[in-house]
Structure formats: C-alpha cells, structure tokens
C-alpha cells in the first residue's frame, strides 16, 4: 500500500510538473508573439526610416517610367524619404519584375508593375520565372489608359481603314513595332492581325523610345504605345495619331476615334501598379497603400496625369489582386487567338 501511495504522489507530482512546463511554454510563446507584434507596430510606425529603392522594368522615357517618377515625386514628399527610380527593362519587363521578387520583403524595395509584367507576359512566355499573384504582394493600381495607334509620317496612312488596306496590300512587308514581346504593344497588335487577316511583321525593341525614332524614320510603319510616352510626338507632329483601343474616345485626345469605330468590339487597356515582393509586413503594406491613394489624389499628380492621358483608380491590395486575375485572363485569350508564343 505505501508502495503504491508513493506511485500515485510521484505521478501527482509529475503531472503538476508537467502542467507547469506547459504553462512556461505556452508563455513563453505568448511573449515572444507580442515581442513580434511589439516590433512589427513599431517597425511600420517608424517606416521609413531610410530611402527607397523603385524598380521600373522599362526603359527611361516610356510611359511606365513617366508614371513611376510622377508617383515618385509625390510620395517622397509624404513619406520624407527619398525615392530612387531604378530602370530594369528586358524581355517585356520580366527582367525588372524578377528583381523585385528576390528583393528582401522589408518594403524597401518597390516596383511598378505593369500590364505586360503582370499579365500579357504570363500567356506569351511559358519560362517566365515569377508567377505575380503567388511572388508579389500587390500594393494598388494607379490608373489605366489605352494604347495610341501611331504610324509613321513616310507612309500614305492617315486612317485605321488606310492602314488596314495598306498591310492587305502589302502583305508580309508592313512591321509594326513594341517595346518588346509580350507586352500590351506587341499583343494588341496580334489582335489587330486576328480581326483584319492581314500578314504584318512584328519587330520587338528593347524600348518604346526606340521604336518611335525608328518609326518616325520609316523602318516601321505603325506601334501601339502607351499614350504617356508617344502623346508628345503625335501632338508635336512627329507622329500621326490614328486611333485609341478605349471602347470609347479618351478625354485627352477626344479628336482621335477609336479603333472600335472601325473594327466593332476592338479594345484594349494598358494599367500600372505598385507592388512589394511577397511577404512585407501587413502594417508596411497598409501604410504603403494609404499612401499611394493619397498621393493619386493630390492636385498636382492628377494634373499631371491628366495631361498624359491617364486616368487614376486607386483602390485596395486585394481589388488589385482580382483585377490582376482578370487581366490575365483576357491576355490569355488574345496571345491564344493570335497564336503568339515565345520559346
């Protein structure tokens, strides 16, 4: 009996023993959770502390660089840091994007994420090395626009009808050119190919700036660009303007139809974003996006984007992120229907 009394007190003591090393745990894990909570509030309540680094993955002079350096300007001034530009272009601008993803996610480093890198690129290059919705975390869309169709002054074209009866006439000799494959520039004019049935050749450039002085020249005929970069080239009459991909004339060049004017049902809308590599902190993205919404609302970025054509959204990460899904949808079913690929 006293052996088995002394069986049941050590067990007693065990348990009590056992009961308290759980309690030390369950502690201990409750202090180190609010120890993270602790410097995470502090972490984004100091934010920043130091500069930013903006990764572009485009060119300088094209139409995602002018939008990243407006927004730059402004949120430097909130923020009281200041706010490096730095251009990455190449291969539709998953170049750029892939540095941002292997950026460390302490939201010092931002990037501008465009249609082609979010979207169109997705359809076009099957070994793109990043997925956007699973590497980024997405801060906000800033605004959207249409493509400007731009052809060269060399050639009788002054119409969408003149150019389409110029390539049927010429098939096979007529080039369009883009800031590269997979971008919004190269996939609308797949789309222009698919409803005409005409056989033009597509000339990928490294830069929208590029194909401008050459169409200017005359080795291309026509592009499609992102109204930002080419609006002061067709209102300076470098460049004649034909049409616009919006379903209906945009505000800022309200003299130029559309492209639905001559082929029913032709649109196509080019958007910028900001997004941080995944796993920045909740707060940092939080504050990040009240920021950009702010920024977009002050006068003197919505005149300057007015001026370019563009036209703010604004909005949430996870309104973003739906929109993101869709675009990659809709870009899908164009690089299918044109057959466009890369290997």
């Known amino acids: 009996m006293a052996t088995r ?20 745990h369950i502690y201990a894990h409750v202090v180190m959770v609010l120890t993270a909570l602790t410097t995470a509030t502090a972490g984004a309540a100091e934010y920043p502390a130091r500069p930013l680094r903006f990764i572009v993955p485009s060119a300088p002079g094209g139409s995602p660089d002018i939008n990243a350096r407006l927004l730059a300007a402004e949120l430097s001034k909130q923020l009281g840091q200041q706010i490096v530009v730095d251009n ?74 003149e150019l389409i009866d110029y390539a049927k006439a010429n098939p096979g000799k007529v080039f369009f050119g883009s800031s590269g494959n997979g971008t919004s520039m190269h996939l609308t004019g797949e789309l222009l190919k698919i409803v005409t049935g005409t056989q033009i050749v597509h000339v990928p450039y490294k830069a ?10 005359g080795q291309v005929h026509f592009m499609f660009d992102n109204m930002g970069s080419i609006i002061g080239h067709v209102r300076g009459g470098r460049v004649r303007g034909l049409a616009v991909t919006s379903a209906k004339r945009w505000f800022s060049v309200p003299d130029l139809p559309t492209m639905a004017e001559t082929l029913p ?30 920024a977009l609302q002050t006068p003197v970025l919505k005149d300057k984007f007015t001026g370019i054509g563009y036209e703010i959204v604004g909005g949430t990460p996870e309104q973003l992120t739906l929109f993101v899904r869709k675009e990659i949808a809709k870009f899908a079913d164009i690089a299918r229907r044109s057959g466009a690929k890369i290997d």
């Open 265 to 294: 049902g032709f649109e196509v809308m080019v958007w910028g974003s900001v997004v941080f590599p995944a796993g920045v902190p909740k707060l940092i993205v939080t504050r990040l996006n009240t920021e950009v919404n702010r």
């Open 88 to 161: 990455r272009p190449g291969a539709g601008g998953a170049i750029g994007m892939e540095l941002i993803i292997r950026s460390a996610p302490d939201g010092y480093t931002l990037g501008y994420g465009t249609s082609a890198a979010l979207a169109s690129n997705l359809s076009i290059l099957p070994k793109l090395p990043y997925d956007p919705i699973r590497d980024l975390q997405m801060i906000a869309q800033l605004g959207n626009q249409p493509n400007l169709l731009g052809a060269s002054p060399v050639y009788p074209i002054r119409s969408v009808k």
């Open 208 to 217: 929208a700036q590029q194909v401008i002085s050459d169409m200017i020249g």
């Open 5 to 24: 009394l002394r069986s049941i007190l050590a067990l007693g003591i065990g348990g009590f023993a056992l009961m308290r090393d759980r309690r030390r």
